[in-house]
């Protein structure tokens, strides 16, 4: 687990859930999970 930090807002890391928007102002989360924890129907991508 890796909890919040202030300090990291606006930062990608490992275990972090990530906000994209594309270029209609559509948005999509991800977490970023190590590979073995990949799952893209719990929108979790690899950091590899």
Same mark, same amino acid.
């Given at each position: 687990?890796?909890? #919040?930090? #202030?300090? @990291? =807002? &606006?930062?990608?890391?490992? &275990?972090?859930?990530? +906000?994209? @928007?594309? =270029? $209609? &102002?559509?948005? +999509?989360?991800?977490?970023?999970? &190590? #590979?073995? =924890?990949? $799952? #893209?129907? +719990?929108?979790?991508?690899?950091? $590899?």
């Amino acid at each position: 687990m890796v909890d #919040p930090d #202030p300090r @990291q =807002e &606006g930062r990608v890391y490992f &275990g972090a859930w990530a +906000k994209l @928007q594309d =270029e $209609n &102002g559509g948005i +999509k989360v991800f977490r970023l999970v &190590g #590979p073995d =924890e990949f $799952n #893209p129907a +719990k929108k979790w991508i690899s950091i $590899n």
